[in-house]
């Protein structure tokens, strides 16, 4: 893991919201104080699973204050600073850098599709790289933009100085293959997508940003140590018993579902903000049964 700063293993925290719509602080500080005990490498604030899109400048500068206070020195906190504009995203970064943060994540613009070139997305990531006080993550997450980050943007953009990694989230991975082969030595390349973890760390990804260690810590941070240290049977088995749980607060229900497994495991997660609906009956029943399956939690006693 040498000269990957960024490598290990981190969760994009949910933002849990209080019953009037507003940011639950104490909840939010809660969950961060829980997941520090945990081996998790560090957390990410302002994520797509952090709800980022959906909450306005003030609230998200203030859920970064709320999480950078509750958290040592020691463990590294990235913040999801993307926005469409390069102007504003430069201005997010620069605030969340004020408050603490260690690096930011930046997703791709994306509402303009057709115009999101290579060539578009080098010249954005650059120069909010050339503005950011702390390093920068670019952020690949197709499943909600449409756009996708192609190698040839990587390769270039990984020379930069101060763009130190990417956060892919797709389940290509003949792309992750290319971005590992061809970016720069030191570009840390962390997977995304619960359901294609281990493929992604066999092939060479230096870790993990995923929802599913939200709920599931340990046995995330497992999965990639065994696949680290070539303990390929180990990981495959981990990869196995997880991705039933991996698609339920991933590709099934997002958000609502990952919302829905914290409040199932005690964490604050609480209802998502519209026009996110919250998931029925039915999906936390399938949550549930597989946060038991997993031993995440105790079957309920029959009343």
Same mark, same amino acid.
Do not use: W
């Given at each position: ?6 490598? $290990? ?92 943060? %260690? ?10 599709? $057709? ?10 990531? =650059? ?24 190698? %040839? ?17 797709? =389940? ?78 991933? =590709? ?10 914290? %409040? ?24 549930? %049964? ?10 309920? =006693?029959?009343?």
């Amino acid at each position: 893991m040498s000269g990957h700063r960024f490598a $290990g293993v981190y969760t994009p925290l949910a933002t849990p919201f209080a019953a009037d719509g507003s940011l639950d602080e104490r909840g939010l500080t809660a969950n961060v104080d829980r997941y520090l005990r945990t081996p998790l490498t560090g957390l990410v604030v302002l994520g797509s699973n952090g709800e980022a899109p959906q909450l306005s400048d003030d609230e998200a500068d203030r859920a970064i204050a709320v999480v950078r206070a509750a958290m040592p020195a020691g463990r590294p906190l990235l913040a999801g600073t993307g926005r469409e504009s390069t102007r504003a995203t430069v201005a997010a970064t620069k605030r969340a850098a004020d408050l603490g943060v %260690d690096a930011v994540l930046v997703r791709t613009p994306s509402f303009y599709k $057709g115009q999101m070139t290579t060539a578009a997305f080098v010249r954005h990531f =650059s120069e909010v790289a050339d503005r950011s006080p702390v390093p920068v993550l670019l952020y690949n997450v197709t499943i909600y933009t449409g756009v996708n980050l192609l190698p %040839d943007a990587v390769a270039a953009l990984s020379a930069h100085p101060n763009i130190v990694g990417i956060k892919e989230t797709n =389940s290509d991975m003949v792309q992750v293959g290319e971005y590992l082969a061809r970016a720069e030595a030191g570009f840390t390349v962390l997977a995304g997508s619960g359901a294609t973890c281990f493929s992604a760390l066999a092939l060479g990804a230096h870790g993990a940003v995923l929802a599913l260690a939200g709920v599931a810590p340990a046995m995330c941070v497992r999965l990639c140590t065994a696949t680290a240290e070539g303990r390929f049977d180990e990981a495959r088995a981990l990869q196995r018993q997880l991705a039933p749980l991996a698609k339920l607060v991933g =590709s099934v229900h997002g958000v609502p579902g990952l919302k829905a497994a914290l %409040d199932l495991l005690g964490f604050a997660g609480g209802a998502p903000r519209p026009p996110l609906l919250p998931v029925g009956p039915s999906a936390i029943d399938a949550i549930r %049964d597989e946060l038991v399956a997993l031993n995440l939690l105790e079957a309920a =006693s029959p009343t």
